[in-house]
């Protein structure tokens, strides 16, 4: 699956399926990094990442793990990642076939990280409120009140 995030000092927004990628294009991607990992022999779950321009994608790195920003994938396909990474782990065929696969849908990821918006270094302090709807689907690692410390990322 596809998906674009920002560049800056770390990844903030994630996107899914990422902007401008037609479906052939994405196609392609997918095709050769499956490719890829049969031709390295792995198994397991694993990010492949590229940088994309006028048509052209270009291999940056694989990830050989499980992804923070993973529920953009999840959302748009419906396919628990982390319980196929633990059906490839147990010696278990994955639930799904890729052809199976299909997106339906966006997601888009924000963190909120706990930085000065001047200078964008660590500011810890006091969380006091955060107000979600019903639409908003949320993993938190604060509660209320809860001091943050300067390295927390949520």
């Known amino acids: 699956m596809t998906a674009q995030c920002n560049v800056a000092t770390k990844k903030v927004v994630e996107e899914a399926p990422a ?3 037609t479906p052939e294009i994405r196609k392609n991607i997918g095709e050769r990094c499956a490719n890829a990992c049969i031709e390295i022999g792995y198994r397991g779950a694993g990010t492949f990442e590229f940088l994309y321009e006028n048509g052209e994608f270009y291999f940056i790195e694989m990830n050989t793990r499980i992804q923070v920003e993973h529920p953009v994938t999840e959302m748009i396909t419906g396919v628990d990642l982390i319980k196929e990474q633990l059906r490839i782990a147990s010696g278990l065929p994955l639930s799904v076939t890729q052809d199976q ?12 990280n706990a930085e000065d918006p001047k200078n ?3 500011k810890p ?3 006091h ?3 979600l709807t019903r639409r908003i689907w949320c993993t938190l690692g604060i509660t209320y009140l809860r ?6 990322t949520l």
């Open 125 to 127: 302090g006091n969380h």
């Open 19 to 21: 902007p401008g990628i």
């Open 101 to 112: 696969i299909h997106v339906h849908g966006h997601a888009i990821e924000c963190r909120i």
């Open 129 to 131: 409120s955060f107000p």
């Open 120 to 122: 964008l270094l660590a």
């Open 147 to 152: 001091r943050l410390h300067r390295s927390t």
